[in-house]
């Protein structure tokens, strides 16, 4: 065919690289891997569709007679999902184009997750590698950022190399990852930290953790620490905790699992962070909805109930979206990382946080200069998914979390061979290296001491380790049915709790610390709590007590000091105390990690505000994934109008607009439905005998492209499907 005509034909699939060598063969090399020669020895396949399951407009079901399901399935590159790796990404299989008998998911939302390129396990080297063969993103990179990706990548490192001291499949003591930091002997690993660092003595402190994996948590599946590591005095500047591989001699033999750098962000500047996050977050921030808010019951009340105060989540800078499997940003013509309610405080919030990205990113280098390469392997490409300047863009984006309860969870989104950089600001009073009364930990829920009695006593004794007896929580059970209610705008949190105290027999919300509801004379004469009868529609005051926010319940609280989890000296909860200014780097990708909750929750003067800086996945496209999404919507927007034009589909107004806007013609008269789910009337779907002249344009356009003069050397009886069966275009079917 003509070079014009080829171009509209389906491209074929990519090589599957290492995935065809068969055993005997050696793996090619990292440097044979990223060889511009081999990129230009073989001509990059061009990429090809990927379906994205999301639908909006009407479909109409499609009936098949037991002759149509016998012939043989129409060719097409596009893939449905049809298992779940177990490590966040979904295997996919082809399916037709068209095909009417794939069942559509009852949850949209799932379905609409699509991770057909692994995203989800690859290492930033394959990224590379896959992005080296992929037409449409070359086209928008230069040659100089194609030789500076070169450089990097040939200066990176592996982030989980394999040896021969122990046999496949042997335990590992937890999550295994090098990139922290790595040794094969304990006087090593501290050698090199001490180098890396400039640091001597008491300056580093290395402690070691075990693996159990028992998770350290209350009976409501609410975080809880068991042992937390402080800092003793003001000599020791940085903390590392190591894990050892037991059984294991060669280089890897102890791991780092994180780094804490104490004086990690000046102290003016944490001052400053810490004023006008606090502010400008509780004034004009919108919250971001976390399942990680929440008990696995979602019955918890560990963000309090005054939601005037409770804590809260947000989010600032790019984050990878399920629904386009790229930036949140690809499909928006005006950028706005920092977000606020008021336009007007987004400068300065974006101006603070700027500064402290600034900050952290050159002692994240000094502290892990190798997850550091990962991360900064495509800050040059994808400038406008980082934030900071030129040569600390290695963080997409940051949640802000303010007096907020993170139960136990892993960052399943962030990339692989990355980590987070957790900064800690804290109120003026607790600011003190003596511990506060009311405070939140880091916890790492899986995880115990790995040390002698004597280690342990010595870092008590120095002040560094609190080993806890107890953690003492309030816990607060439905004692009667939950009448029903009327829910105004109540954020999603509030949502989901109230929901759930509907169902019979379901234990109520738990509290840490002091319940401050009411007088203390009723607290003092009746443990129970009778809620008076109001309405939680949006015009009522919020700030009323918990008497205004739920109705016709009765609540019964008792004392709890968690011993369950104090009896298994197994069950873990190594926890940190973070101070002001403080920088913790951990793996939060693979290492599940949760923060504890507080007495009495205050976003507007939060005791810590919790800044956790992270690159999300996919995140290594120009100008956010524009010509991505671009790509994936006119292959969804041709989809949905083929379907159009063969009478199975009815748009929405906004999905018409779309396609209006992309080329696509529709008559004036064209019919549409309100919501993606509404059913549509059969008179609204197309019919091509409704229009004079349909059947005679169709036979021009099937004249034109008989008329298109076929190259000599090509055969289209080649193409075939299966086991040489012709092929079936389905998309002339109309």
């Known amino acids: 065919m003509s070079s014009s005509s080829q171009s509209q034909m389906p491209r074929s699939l990519p090589p599957m690289g290492n995935m065809s060598q068969s055993a005997s063969e050696p793996e090619p090399t990292r440097e044979q891997l990223i060889s511009p020669a081999l990129v230009s020895t073989n001509p990059p396949p061009a990429k090809i569709a990927k379906l994205e399951v999301i639908k909006e407009g009407n479909f109409k079901q499609d009936f098949k007679t037991e002759n149509d399901l016998e012939k043989p399935k129409p060719f097409s590159p596009m893939k449905v999902p049809y298992m779940e790796t177990g490590c966040g990404s979904t295997l996919f299989k082809p399916m037709g184009a068209f095909s009417s ?22 290492a930033p080297l394959e990224v590379l590698q896959d992005c080296l063969t992929d037409i449409d993103w070359l086209e928008n990179v230069t040659e100089e950022q194609k030789q500076e990706l ?53 300056q580093l402190r290395i402690l070691y953790a075990r693996f159990s994996g028992k998770e350290g948590k209350t009976s409501e599946d609410c975080p809880l620490a068991k042992w937390i590591i402080r800092r003793p005095n003001l000599e020791e500047k940085y903390l590392v905790v190591a894990k050892e591989r037991y059984g294991h001699s ?8 994180a780094i804490i750098a104490w004086d990690g962000v000046p102290r003016d500047l944490a001052d400053r962070a810490y004023t006008e996050i606090a502010f400008k977050t509780s004034s004009f921030g919108t919250e971001t909805d976390r399942q990680c808010a929440a008990n696995k019951k979602k019955t918890c009340a560990c963000q309090g109930f005054d939601m005037n105060y409770n804590g809260a989540s947000y989010t600032f800078g790019c984050s990878w979206t399920m629904y386009h499997n790229i930036c949140k940003f690809c499909r928006s013509s005006e950028v706005h990382k920092f977000k606020l309610t008021d336009e007007s405080a987004e400068g300065d919030l974006a101006s603070i946080c700027e500064e402290l990205t ?5 002692v994240y280098k000094q502290l892990a200069p190798d997850s550091f390469k990962n991360m900064a392997l495509f800050d040059n490409v994808a400038t406008d998914c980082r934030i900071g300047a030129p040569g600390n863009r290695i963080f997409s984006g940051f949640t802000c979390v303010c007096d907020f309860c993170a ?13 987070t950089a957790v900064v800690t600001l804290l109120r003026p009073e607790d600011r003190r290296l003596e ?9 790492l829920p899986l995880y115990v001491p790995d040390c002698s009695q004597e280690e342990l006593n010595n870092n008590v004794e120095m002040g560094g380790l609190t080993i806890l007896d107890k953690f003492t929580r309030t816990i607060a059970v439905r004692d009667t049915k939950k009448a029903n209610c009327k829910r105004g705008r109540l954020n999603a949190e509030r949502k989901r709790m109230l929901d759930a105290m509907t169902k019979e027999d379901l234990k109520l919300p738990q509290f840490d610390g002091n319940l401050t509801v009411g007088s203390e004379d009723d607290l003092l004469t009746d443990t129970s709590l009778n809620v008076s009868d109001a309405s939680l529609n949006s015009s009522a005051d919020i700030s009323q007590d918990l008497e205004g926010i739920m109705e016709g319940m009765k609540i019964i609280t008792h004392e709890s000091d968690c011993l369950e989890a104090f009896n298994d000296p197994n069950i873990g909860g190594v926890a940190f105390a973070l101070p002001h200014g403080s920088i913790l ?23 810590r505000i919790g800044l956790v800086f992270y690159q999300h996945k996919n995140l ?5 994934g524009a010509d991505e999404f671009q790509r994936k919507r006119a292959i969804r927007e041709f989809r949905d109008y083929v379907q159009w034009l063969k009478g199975n589909y009815v748009p929405t107004e906004v999905k018409l607009r779309a396609m209006i806007e992309s080329g696509f013609v529709f008559p004036e008269d064209v019919k549409t439905v309100n919501k993606p789910m509404d059913i549509a009337n059969p008179k609204d779907y197309f019919q091509h005998d409704s229009y004079i002249g349909y059947e005679e344009a169709k036979r021009d356009i099937e004249a034109k492209v008989a008329a298109i003069e076929k190259e000599p050397d090509r055969d289209l009886e080649t193409f075939t499907f299966d086991i040489n069966t012709p092929i079936h275009d389905v998309n002339l079917d109309f």
């Open 407 to 419: 139960h136990a969870h892993k960052d399943t989104n962030n990339m692989v061979g990355g980590a």
């Open 435 to 443: 511990a506060p009364e009311d405070q939140q930990f880091h916890v």
């Open 150 to 202: 070169m450089i990097k990548a040939n200066n990176m490192n592996e982030m989980a190399p394999s040896c021969n001291c122990l046999p496949p499949g042997h335990p590992e003591n937890g999550p295994y990852y090098i990139h922290l930091g790595h040794a094969n002997t304990k006087q090593a690993l501290k050698q090199d930290f001490e180098q890396r660092l400039g640091v001597i003595g008491q």
């Open 250 to 257: 060669c280089h890897y033999s102890i791991v780092v699992a």
């Open 620 to 624: 290594h496209h120009p100008s956010h």
């Open 585 to 607: 780097i951990e793996c939060a990708k693979q290492e599940l990690h949760a923060t504890t909750a507080l007495r009495e929750p205050n976003r507007s003067h939060p005791h």
């Open 358 to 362: 600034n900050s952290v990113a050159p």
């Open 101 to 122: 008998d794939v069942k559509e998911e009852k949850n949209l939302t799932q379905s609409a997750k699509i991770d057909e390129d692994m995203s989800s396990c690859r």
